[in-house]
């Protein structure tokens, strides 16, 4: 193994990780938002008052790179309006009431060995179903690499290394034949003959179930990796089990890989064999709920309701993180809807959450140790606060992947991943390189 430079051994925090899936109750409302998925907005395909059935397909992508969503309940569209997202904005928004029946008999079922690579694409396109690690790229996309691209192999990514997040864990323990069911359709759609399903050592049991259920199948190797974060990055991953790097600006696919979450290979799998469009998605819930877990929910579920589905929320507090802490995204109302890309709903307490007030840089150098990009990032944060944006194109800005290794390491407690967060919005603004090196910062 050529194992990636930099990165950090956060406390792992995954309680859950012995917690089986449980359902959330059908809440009696749900919310679609048209975008929740890298790319153009979907189109929707219904208005109020309509009646729609569980699976029915309510929005339609819009262009190459944009998914379709479908409806995870059966019963009457409200109203399409502008409603808060995740991201912190108004995004409009299908707004459906469940009649509380939940129908599915409705889907029906292929064998992938009855269709045609186009056929197998189409039925993942239709689905709607995008990255669930997180990126929320729409997956047909990523399986139709540029002809001129040669993939080599596929992975799988089953890592999962944010703290807190057991759902991926659980996924692969529960449901090994339903992963490899999926992987093995990926891997018709990309023509490769090898796969790797890569998964940390503190999960043991996962590597154990997996191995079993492959049996004396050889193309898939399951890869067993030092528990390091961010072990689950594509990039890193890529360096991991090939030593290949992914060039500056680049795809896994320059490398010959192509990348995929366990929960996407799970969907690909159900849209195939059971003709299920991708509505709901295991999500960990854990923090200051009184009963964590690792939760199926509807996508369009607002997080309130999941919450209260947990036994609600005790003690004070300070934040509630979608996603994992490291990477994930804090909201400021329990009224957002679950979107295809929410891993997790962290409630974090005072303890867990606290704010520091940054101080000076003293130069220590172990933002750049650990930065597993092999960047500077107390130069990026500096550059963003003067305005920098030609300069910060010089030191790479563009390839930080805001993993936050760098301000979890820093012991001044810098803003440093805000600040390159502002700092690629400044570059982005400046389209010339500038050919000046270190003004004297
Ligand atoms: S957030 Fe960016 S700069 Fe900081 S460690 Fe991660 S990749 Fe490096
Ligand atoms: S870790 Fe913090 S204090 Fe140390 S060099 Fe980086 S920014 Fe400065």
């Known amino acids: 193994m050529k194992y990636f430079k930099g990165g950090i051994h956060p406390r792992d925090k995954k309680d859950c990780r012995f917690d089986k899936i449980q359902t959330i109750p059908l809440p009696k409302r749900i919310f679609l938002p048209l975008r929740q998925h890298t790319g153009s907005q979907a189109?929707?395909?219904?208005k109020a008052g309509d009646l729609v059935a569980v699976g029915q397909m309510v929005a339609s992508a819009s262009g190459f790179i944009s998914a379709n969503i479908h409806s995870p309940v059966s019963g009457k569209v409200v109203s399409i309006e502008k409603i808060l997202h995740p991201c912190g904005f108004g995004v409009d928004t299908i707004v459906i009431d469940s009649d509380g029946k939940h129908d599915?008999?409705?889907?029906?079922?292929?064998s992938p060995e009855d269709l045609s690579i186009e056929q197998l694409l189409d039925t993942i396109k239709n689905a709607g179903i995008t990255g669930l690690g997180g990126g929320c790229f729409p997956t047909h996309v990523k399986l139709s690499p540029p002809k001129e691209k040669k993939v080599e192999s596929m992975i799988l990514n089953g890592c999962e290394c944010e703290p807190y997040l057991s759902c991926d864990h659980r996924v692969m323990l529960e449901e090994p034949k339903k992963v490899l069911e999926g992987l093995r359709i990926m891997m018709k759609v990309l023509a490769v003959n090898n796969?790797?399903?890569?998964?940390?050592?503190?999960?043991?049991?996962a590597i154990e179930v997996l191995r079993k259920s492959l049996g004396t199948d050889k193309d898939i190797i399951v890869v067993k990796l030092r528990t390091r974060y961010p072990?689950?990055?594509?990039?890193?991953?890529?360096k991991t089990i090939s030593g290949r790097e992914v060039p500056s600006g680049g795809l896994p696919v320059d490398a010959g890989f192509v990348v995929h979450n366990v929960q996407t290979a799970v969907a690909v799998g159900d849209a195939v064999y059971r003709g299920k469009p991708l509505y709901e998605r295991v999500v960990t819930v854990?923090?200051?709920?009184?009963n964590p877990g690792n939760y199926r929910v509807l996508i369009g579920t607002p997080i309130s309701d999941v919450i209260a589905a947990c036994g609600g929320i005790f003690g004070e507090v300070k934040k509630i993180v979608l996603g994992g802490p490291m990477m994930g995204v804090g909201i400021h109302s329990l009224d957002v809807p679950v979107v295809k890309g929410v891993s997790g709903i962290l409630v974090l307490g005072n303890a867990t959450a606290k704010t520091y007030e940054p101080s000076s840089c003293i130069r220590c150098g172990r933002c750049v140790s650990v930065c597993p990009m092999g960047l500077v990032p107390m130069m990026l944060s500096r550059l963003a606060e003067k305005g920098m944006g030609g300069e910060l194109k010089d030191y790479s800005i563009?390839?930080?992947?805001?993993?936050?290794?760098?301000?979890?390491e820093c012991p001044?407690?810098?803003?440093?991943?805000q600040n390159i967060k502002t700092g690629k919005f400044l570059a982005k603004r400046h389209p010339i390189k500038s050919q000046v090196k270190n003004k004297g910062l």
């Not at 854990?286 to 009184?290: E, L, M, P």
Request: net charge negative; charged share 20%; aromatic share 8%.
């Open 43 to 46: 189109v929707p395909l219904v």
């Open 104 to 110: 599915t008999t409705q889907f029906q079922s292929v």
């Open 195 to 205: 796969a790797f399903i890569a998964v940390e050592d503190n999960k043991k049991d």
């Open 231 to 238: 072990q689950g990055a594509e990039k890193q991953l890529i």
């Open 286 to 290: 854990a923090g200051c709920v009184r």
């Open 398 to 408: 563009f390839d930080c992947i805001e993993c936050g290794c760098c301000a979890y």
């Open 412 to 417: 001044a407690k810098i803003n440093l991943v």
